[in-house]
Every structure is written in C-alpha cells, then in structure tokens.
C-alpha cells in the first residue's frame, strides 16, 4: 500500500468513524432529552461525555490527516 492510498484509508476511516459517533451522540442526547430518572439521566449524561471525547479525537485526525492526504495526491 502506498503512502497516498495509506493516508487516505486513515481519512476516510476517520471519517466514517465520525459520522458513526455524531449519530450515536445525536441519539443518546434524545434518550438523555426523553428520560424522568435520575440514574439513567446521569449514565447518558457519563455515556455522552465518552463520545464526545471520541468525537473530538477523530476530528484530530482528520485535520491532521486532510493535509497529508493533499500533499501526497499532488
């Protein structure tokens, strides 16, 4: 594999990665949105959290990734 197909496999994992979690966020904050109980509220809240975390690390790597990716291709 080169290093051009190499740095785009990474991109485009990364962002497929992303889109998973940005749906995964979207549907734990309507659970979060739609729950009464205390206990559930704060597990969603912990879960959230972790995926937010998740979601700003891919967004590293696709900014660090975009570039290198451009590079290569010219």
Same mark, same amino acid.
């Given at each position: 594999?080169?290093?051009?197909?190499?740095?785009?496999?990474?991109?485009?994992?990364?962002?497929?990665?992303?889109?998973?979690?940005?749906?995964?966020?979207?549907?734990?904050?309507?659970k979060l949105?739609?729950?009464?109980?205390?206990?559930?509220?704060?597990?969603?809240?912990? $879960?959230?959290?972790? $995926?937010?975390?998740?979601?700003?690390?891919?967004?590293?790597?696709?900014?660090?990734?975009?570039?290198?990716?451009?590079? $290569?291709?010219?």
């Open positions: 594999m080169s290093k051009i197909e190499c740095a785009a496999s990474i991109f485009a994992s990364a962002s497929l990665h992303l889109d998973v979690v940005d749906e995964f966020i979207a549907i734990t904050q309507s949105d739609g729950s009464s109980s205390d206990f559930t509220r704060d597990s969603l809240a912990d $879960l959230l959290a972790g $995926l937010t975390e998740q979601r700003e690390t891919y967004r590293t790597v696709l900014a660090a990734a975009e570039p290198i990716v451009t590079a $290569l291709a010219a």
